[in-house]
């Protein structure tokens, strides 16, 4: 691929120089400042725009078999330390429920995430043998008309890991 400046081809091509452009979009922006860098640097086709990250309120809710109750907030705050993301985890000895905030492009990428977090970091945080049995992935927006109105969960102001 050659880049240069639009116009009349030069002596002996037979296709023209491909050029960056920074097309204006809505609120001024430009098209590379949405997308970011061009389409040959992510293989995508021309044209076809890399969606936004957007911020999902995570609620994952786990249980299981009882287990000691010190055993689960260590386990928790290990979680916490590993993965700083994490707001909140309450626990009791057979269930827990952490919530935290993740950075996805759509529903289902959070949603792909969040369910393999509890699994996938069982050993290393010493997580107990539960399943998940709740998720609830909300978009940033929802989750702040919910609190507005006073029917959603509270702010995350009390962070960490706390018994039910």
Same mark, same amino acid.
């Given at each position: ?27 001024g922006a430009a098209d590379d400042d949405r997308a970011g860098? =061009?389409?040959? /640097?992510?293989? *995508?086709?021309?044209? $076809?725009? &890399? ?6 309120? !995570?609620? #994952? ?31 009791? =000895?057979?269930? /827990?429920?952490? *919530?935290?905030?993740? $950075?996805? &492009? ?6 792909? !995430?969040? #369910?393999r977090l509890w699994g996938e970091h069982r050993s290393s ?6 399943e998940i049995v709740g998720l609830e992935v909300i978009d ?25």
């Open positions: 691929m050659r880049r240069g400046r639009p116009g009349a081809l030069p002596r002996g091509t037979a296709e023209r120089a491909l050029t960056s452009v920074r097309a204006a979009g809505p609120a860098p =061009g389409p040959a /640097a992510h293989g *995508r086709p021309a044209g $076809e725009r &890399r969606e936004a990250s957007r911020l999902w309120h !995570v609620t #994952l809710s786990v249980s299981g078999a009882e287990a000691p109750v010190q055993e689960v907030r260590r386990a928790l705050e290990q979680l916490a330390h590993d993965h700083p993301f994490l707001l909140t985890s309450r626990y009791a =000895g057979d269930h /827990a429920e952490i *919530r935290y905030w993740e $950075e996805a &492009r759509d529903l289902h990428d959070a949603a792909a !995430v969040a #369910l945080a010493g997580l107990p043998p539960w940033r927006e929802t989750y702040h008309q919910r609190v507005a109105e006073g029917y959603g969960p509270p702010p995350a102001a009390r962070m960490g890991v706390h018994p039910y």
